[in-house]
């Protein structure tokens, strides 16, 4: 692949009936920065296709690279309510949203763009589901709603074609899917800063529907997949939906989809799942664990379970009406880590908890942040796994949310990073491990970053140039707060350079230009040169012989 993964095709000129335009979404439940793509412009481009006309699906950077092909009708859905850093695109701005609004054609905005910011220039806004808008106006008809369940699986189905269009595929694209949306807690109205409440009670999708989109998708050569468009991955068609806070996990239903997948997408690569509530894992751990193993089974190593904590605060879960305590929250970190914390076939644990930590919420004092601490040393002290800490301040549209102990807060994130993120880090890839499968996507003066492809994959870093948007195996060196730092393994004698010679541990400048000038051939040629046993040791966890030379 080229350097530039954004260079226009010469296939796509052409004047067509609807151009979808993918500005990326990044919402509670559902990603859409590549390398993911969400379920919902592979929707829009549904429409197109079951209304039997011509289309084109583009992405925002491609956008900025290459300008916009010529629609008749342009349809931009995009928008961020959770806001990250992206290695892999960049979502559209407003301004960006605005420009686009001045092109030729009828223009349709939808999602978080439409939802929450203040867009200029548009035809048509949806601030509910864009797809069912689009189809509507198509036949005379202009209506904000939602789509019907069934609406949504034909869609998703006439729409598998647009990963073809994707600059990503077939590979590294991760393809996003959705088991279910809406929250069930919606009828408490849910998590006061959530967006997925407003979904309303959710609606669960068959185990053969997702199973028939992902086979779709399988037989067009996607091997990535996330089943992680759900705000509760161990709540799907769980039971007592709209009754209970907490409702009693089906992990035969669960079971049933996750097998099913398995033998009809046999060669899968890379399948993850995101949220759950830990509430539901806390107090039906029988049942949870049951739905933890069959995760373990049927998806691959690096999975993530992001838990909704927020905060430790009990004061503050109250008033923001949030879904656990700090001793569920534990109940379940504990559990999953009992289930998942063995290392899988890429190097990494095969399920682990992440955690999301908000600033801002209603009612939060100083005292907050000291919980907050206080719960994850906790948790550290327990040698307890978590794959991720996320702390962010909560994106507020409605200005109902402030972070108003910003001290706190900054000193909170960088007591985080140094005292449990790196320990953390440490204890779950000790000097030596090795990471399968690194995609290397950036190159900043001589260092190269990568990540594994998955839910929430670790930065890793490499401090030479290697070729982009290739596969490496990374054997670690050392540690940042969120990052690692390695070389890329089989790393041969003969042929390492000496940046790659001196990155290894226990070798050093010194040593590194005697091993480079020398170039042994064998172990005891290189045991000649480093007389202390157990630097030998370490060293020769990095290094091969019988490399060309």
């Not at 060196?477 to 226990?506: C, N, W």
Request: aromatic content about 10%.
């Amino acid at each position: 692949m080229s350097e530039n993964r954004w260079e226009k095709p010469t296939d796509r000129r052409d004047r067509v009936d609807i151009l979808v335009v993918d500005g990326y979404i990044d919402e509670p439940s559902l990603l859409g920065v590549p390398p993911y793509l969400s379920p919902e412009p592979r929707m829009l481009v549904g429409v197109a296709r079951e209304a039997e006309l011509s289309w084109e699906y583009i992405t925002a950077d491609e956008y900025r690279q290459n300008g916009l092909p010529l629609g008749d009708i342009v349809v931009v859905h995009g928008g961020v309510t959770v806001p990250g850093k992206y290695l892999g695109g960049t979502p559209l701005s407003v301004e960006e949203a605005e420009e686009i609004a001045t092109e030729p054609g009828e223009t349709f905005l939808g999602g978080p763009l439409a939802r929450y910011e203040e867009v200029e220039g548009y035809d048509h806004y949806a601030e509910k589901d864009l797809a069912a808008y689009l189809y509507d106006s198509l036949y005379g008809e202009e209506e904000d709603r939602w789509a019907e369940p069934l609406e949504r699986e034909d869609w998703l189905k006439f729409g598998h074609k647009a990963v073809e269009r994707h600059p990503l595929y077939p590979d590294p694209l991760l393809v996003e899917m959705s088991a279910y949306r809406g929250c069930p807690r919606y009828f408490t109205g849910g998590c006061s800063f959530c967006s997925e409440p407003q979904y309303g009670k959710p609606k669960f999708r068959e185990q053969e529907d997702i199973i028939e989109e992902m086979e779709l998708l399988y037989e067009k050569g996607v091997r990535n997949f996330r089943l992680g468009g759900q705000s509760c991955t161990v709540s799907y068609k769980a039971e007592g939906i709209g009754e209970k806070e907490v409702p009693v996990p089906q992990p035969e239903e669960i079971f049933s989809l996750f097998k099913g997948i398995k033998e009809t997408c046999p060669e899968i690569e890379v399948f993850h799942v995101d949220n759950a509530n830990p509430a539901v894992i806390a107090e039906h751990p029988e049942k949870s664990k049951k739905i933890l193993e069959t995760l373990v089974e049927y998806t691959t190593s690096g999975n993530v379970l992001a838990l909704g904590m927020e905060t430790a605060d009990e004061e503050v879960i109250e008033e923001n009406n949030l879904n656990s305590t700090p001793e569920q929250v534990k109940k379940a970190v504990r559990l999953i880590n009992e289930v998942g914390g063995e290392k899988g076939p890429n190097g990494m644990p095969e399920l682990l908890p992440g955690l999301n930590f908000l600033g801002g919420l209603k009612g939060e004092s100083r005292e907050t942040y000291e919980k907050n601490l206080r719960f994850l040393e906790e948790l550290l002290s327990e040698d307890l796994l978590l794959r991720r800490i996320n702390i962010r301040q909560v994106l507020s549209h409605s200005g109902d949310f402030e972070v108003r102990y910003k001290n706190e807060f900054k000193q909170f994130k960088k007591k985080v990073r140094e005292q449990i993120d790196q320990p953390l880090l440490k204890k779950m890839l000790p000097e030596g491990s090795l990471l399968k499968d690194v995609y290397m996507e950036k190159m900043e003066g001589k260092t190269t970053f990568g990540r594994q492809i998955g839910t929430y994959p670790l930065l890793v870093g490499v401090n030479y140039q290697l070729e982009l948007h290739e596969y490496y195996d990374v054997r670690i060196t050392d540690h940042g707060y969120r990052s690692v730092t390695g070389v890329q393994q089989p790393l041969y004698v003969e042929e390492a350079s000496f940046e790659q010679l001196k990155q290894i541990p226990g070798i050093g400048k010194k040593r590194a230009a005697t091993i480079f000038r020398k170039r042994p051939g064998s172990e005891e040629e290189l045991e000649e040169m480093i007389e202390n046993r157990e630097s030998l040791k370490k060293i020769l966890k990095f290094l091969e012989f019988g490399g060309e030379g």
